[in-house]
């Protein structure tokens, strides 16, 4: 009965959610007005410091705060307004560096309807730019399933849904022109508006550039006429999924995947476009984007830290299958009408099936109610690693998780997050120097991660197996907006046109992620834990707790955080 209340708890969070809420914060917090001031992310994975930060509110402002930093040849960083980037993207490099958000910059410039053509401010959030969209009678094709990033926080990481279809899934694709700002000689005044239309070279270069070429001012997307989609999720046997997993986004428009691999089950998703006439007006409002009640929120990490630190394995599979179940009885947030969830397929327009955030847009209640990850409470705190496979490899790959699960099904309860499974999606090869390099699946998986430093989460080797198989067996691309620091390491050497890329990198602004001073990988004691380092002796793990640095058990190149019991 002991392992019951925990259980519960956890699942609480699902079934008790509110329609008030207290949006996170802004990212960027200043002592004295816009100066001395930190950054982190909305979950609180980092905190950097800068000297100031500014929020232009025009293109000529942005020119303004562009070319002051470059003048007195400071670093600058983009910030915008919820900062959902795991990496440090938005560091500017120390106490003497200058942030640049675009909170402020979150209009809509122009749509011509007839051309299906829309500009919009790099600060506008995705949210806004689907209803206005709607509003006209179109549609972006493609987004990520989170409605709250901004434009162009989204296109610097490389953002997307899941398709092999047409363009595919990545909103970059539907970037048909965009205008950016960049440091110039003095000659210049220091920041000049490059304007880059459909047929220019370095387009390629600034749709996906992680925030390292300048600050983006405007994008011109490229819609279609408003649409309908049909949404069934069906769960079967994992057993072919190796077979299926090259095939199942060739079949469906919209189809992605969902892995339980500890239950050896999948969830696949059916998504379809359908005549605009076909019945029906759903909505997604996911589960996990929901408000949830402050106190439910603390109880339930409160419970998962008990099965973390005192657990069984049994209990935190027994918490981890409540939580499926009831994100799947539930329909995972898909209602029929905006309300009430009464059978697939679920349809509905484009703007209210392809993606949601509702714990963004309720309004302020003095915190009773939050984002599951609010920073502001003792809450949720996962980490999300995040790579793609090339389709032609993704089978293999498969085959092997499926091998390291097969030798013990419960850890995979833990070491990996099985509460909300193993995300696939599926997108195409890109023009974009940053882009994929073919047609891929999109793997997401979310990880426990304690609120100490340096403390391992339960068969931490696991996941760091799965992550080491990717990238270095099966040549996976790091998410650009994901990951820790070691999955970026040699990352840039994968991406064929990174020559190209870098040609147009012409400033001092530079980023960890490309490794282009030295390495990203950070050696010191409990590196790997960390996710900062690949272990290669036994303090880089927690040996005053067991872990050691151990070959992987199905990838034996892969150098792992193990639990050695006997130590």
Request: hydrophobic share 40%; aromatic share 6%; net charge negative.
């Amino acid at each position: 009965m002991e392992s019951c209340l925990p259980v519960a708890l956890l699942a609480l969070g699902i079934l008790l959610q509110l329609a008030g809420c207290s949006p996170p914060p802004d990212p960027v917090v200043c002592t004295h007005g816009t100066s001395n001031c930190t950054i982190t992310n909305t979950v609180g994975f980092f905190l950097c410091p800068a000297a100031n930060v500014t929020y232009p509110r025009t293109e000529q402002e942005l020119v303004a705060a562009v070319a002051a930093v470059a003048a007195a040849k400071r670093k600058v960083k983009v910030t915008t307004s919820h900062a959902h980037s795991i990496p440090k993207l938005a560091c500017p490099g120390g106490r003497d560096g200058t942030l640049i958000s675009t909170a402020r910059l979150n209009r809509t410039v122009h749509i011509d309807a007839d051309k299906r053509l829309m500009t919009v401010e790099s600060g506008m959030l995705l949210r806004d730019l689907m209803e206005a969209a709607a509003a006209e009678g179109l549609s972006l094709a493609h987004s990520p399933y989170w409605h709250s990033l901004t434009i162009g926080g989204l296109l610097a990481t490389g953002a997307h849904g899941s398709s092999l279809w047409g363009k595919g899934s990545a909103v970059h694709e539907y970037v048909v022109g965009l205008r950016i700002v960049t440091p110039a000689p003095a000659s210049q005044g220091f920041a000049v508006v490059r304007e880059l239309g459909a047929n220019h070279p370095d387009l390629d270069a600034a749709k996906v550039s992680i925030g390292v070429l300048g600050v983006i001012s405007h994008v011109i997307l490229a819609l279609q006429p408003l649409f309908k989609r049909s949404v069934t999720f069906m769960k079967r046997d994992d057993s072919d999924l190796a077979d299926r997993v090259a095939t199942w986004g060739r079949l469906h428009e919209f189809g992605d995947m969902l892995w339980l691999p500890q239950q050896g089950k999948v969830v696949y998703r059916q998504d379809d476009r359908v005549d605009v006439s076909t019945p029906g007006d759903g909505l997604n409002d996911n589960l996990i984007f929901r408000a949830t009640p402050t106190q439910v929120i603390i109880a339930a990490r409160s419970a998962e830290e008990r099965l973390q630190e005192n657990g069984t394995d049994t209990a935190r599979c027994a918490a981890a299958l409540l939580q499926a179940d009831t994100m799947e009885r539930q329909a995972y947030g898909f209602t029929n009408d905006g309300v009430s969830f009464t059978g697939y397929p679920v349809v509905g327009y484009q703007h209210r099936i392809q993606a949601s955030g509702t714990c963004i847009d309720s309004p302020e209640d003095s915190l009773r109610s939050a984002c599951a990850w609010d920073p502001r409470i003792p809450g949720a705190r996962a980490d999300n690693s995040g790579f793609s496979v090339a389709l032609s490899k993704a089978p293999a790959f498969i085959a092997d998780m499926q091998r390291l699960r097969d030798l013990n099904p419960d850890v995979f309860c833990v070491g990996i997050d099985s509460r909300t499974g193993m995300s696939m999606r599926y997108i195409k090869a890109s023009s974009a120097y940053l882009g994929k390099q073919e047609d891929s699946i999109a793997i997401d998986i979310n990880y426990y991660r304690s609120n100490i430093d340096g403390t391992p989460r339960a068969h931490t080797d696991v996941g760091d197996e799965i992550e080491q198989m990717a990238l270095w067996k099966y040549g996976a691309l790091p998410h650009w907006g994901k990951n820790h620091d070691i999955t970026f390491d040699g990352a840039i050497s994968k991406y064929s046109k990174a020559h190209e890329f870098l040609a147009v990198k012409d400033s001092e602004w530079s980023d960890q992620v490309l490794g282009i001073n030295g390495s990203p990988n950070v050696i010191k004691e409990h590196c790997a834990i960390e996710g900062l380092c690949v272990c290669s002796e036994d303090s880089h793990c927690a040996p005053e707790q067991g872990y050691l640095c151990r070959p992987g058990k199905v990838y034996t190149k892969a150098r792992v955080c193990s639990l050695v019991k006997d130590y």
